[in-house]
């Protein structure tokens, strides 16, 4: 059995976001915490599998109970905030986003954005996933506000390149993509969260075809 720290990540069947981080200096007791979006469960390295299996999942439902009963922000707020942190960080506030909301009616895309408006809106498919792949599709809507003649160009990919991450994003919603086209070949419309296949479904494709003034 190592005895060397590692760490874990997935997905669990509720969507949630897991990090498991086994520590050498942990000897008995496991903590879980709630960090950007992923639970944080950290065990002893040298903790059994079945045994690190029923105490992560019993320690997520502890935390996630608390997390719930004690959040009283609003979700789309709270993005907001995050993309004008963000625009300011990267983009000088050129963006300025007038608001940003989760939506569940946008399974052909991860985001789109209104330049009327100055509106975005993020696939609630996204929710469950790391928060740097979050943030790197609220970049590329950000980015489109910033250059919003520019399409997919070459002035639009300069200035989404200020996000730190995107080629890791990039492969990684890719993979993601993949898995859900996978998923509905096999077994159409009988996933919960996952759209019935569609011709045009693409779920890595930022297509901005919906911007109110049609021009992006």
């Keep these: 059995m190592s005895t060397q720290s590692t760490t874990s990540e997935y997905v669990d069947s509720n969507g949630t976001a897991i990090r498991v981080v086994r520590s050498a200096r942990r000897k008995k007791t496991i903590s879980g915490a709630w960090k950007q979006n992923t639970m944080?469960?950290?065990v002893p390295v040298g903790l059994g599998e079945q045994a690190e299996r029923l105490l992560v999942a019993d320690m997520v439902k502890k935390v996630m109970r608390k997390v719930v009963a004690g959040s009283s922000i609003d979700p789309?707020?709270?993005?907001?905030?995050?993309?004008?942190?963000?625009?300011a960080e990267l983009f000088g506030s050129q963006a300025s986003p007038a608001g940003v909301r989760w939506v569940s009616n946008q399974n052909s895309r991860w985001g789109s954005a209104s330049l009327h408006t100055r509106q975005i809106r993020l696939s609630e498919k996204l929710r469950p996933l790391p928060q740097w792949v979050q943030d790197y599709v609220l970049a590329h809507e950000?980015?489109?506000?910033v250059e919003p003649r520019d399409g997919h160009g070459a002035r639009f990919k300069a200035v989404l390149a200020r996000y730190p991450r995107v080629h890791d994003a990039t492969i990684f919603l890719?993979?993601?993509?993949?898995?859900?086209?996978?998923?509905?070949?096999s077994t159409p419309?009988?996933?919960?969260?996952?759209?019935?296949?569609?011709?045009?479904?693409?779920?890595?494709?930022?297509?901005?075809?919906?911007?109110?003034?049609?021009?992006?």
């Design 189 to 216: 419309n009988t996933q919960p969260g996952i759209p019935a296949p569609r011709g045009d479904t693409d779920l890595d494709d930022f297509d901005d075809d919906d911007f109110d003034d049609g021009d992006l």
């Design 76 to 87: 789309d707020a709270q993005l907001l905030q995050r993309a004008r942190a963000m625009d």
């Design 174 to 185: 890719s993979g993601v993509s993949h898995g859900y086209r996978a998923a509905e070949r």
């Design 142 to 145: 950000l980015a489109h506000l």
């Design 40 to 42: 944080v469960v950290s």
